[in-house]
């Protein structure tokens, strides 16, 4: 995974510190027994899955890899365990 780039992308660090941001709010909400202030939280996780998802359409995310980078990786794969 190291070489491919998976999720350094901004729209995968924005999704993910969204989230992150509401998995605290929920579970300290949690904690003080507030089940609104739970939901809450749990709204601004899906948020973040949207903001994410948002930005990866309008060109923030990791590009589709052409038929030909996957057949390159293929033989490099296939290279590497031959070898």
């Known amino acids: 995974m190291a070489g491919s780039s998976h999720g350094h992308t901004p729209a995968a660090w924005t999704g993910v510190i969204i ?4 998995f605290c709010i929920a579970g300290l909400f949690m904690v003080a027994a507030n089940v609104l202030g739970f939901w809450a ?6 948020l973040g899955g949207v903001v994410g998802l948002a ?3 309008a060109g923030l ?3 589709k890899e052409s ?11 296939k290279a590497q365990i031959t070898a």
Do not use: N, Q
């Open 19 to 22: 989230s992150f941001i509401g």
């Open 41 to 46: 939280g749990i709204a601004v996780v899906l």
């Open 55 to 57: 930005m990866k359409m």
């Open 61 to 63: 995310g990791m590009p």
């Open 67 to 77: 038929a030909e980078m996957a057949a390159a990786r293929a033989r490099a794969s």
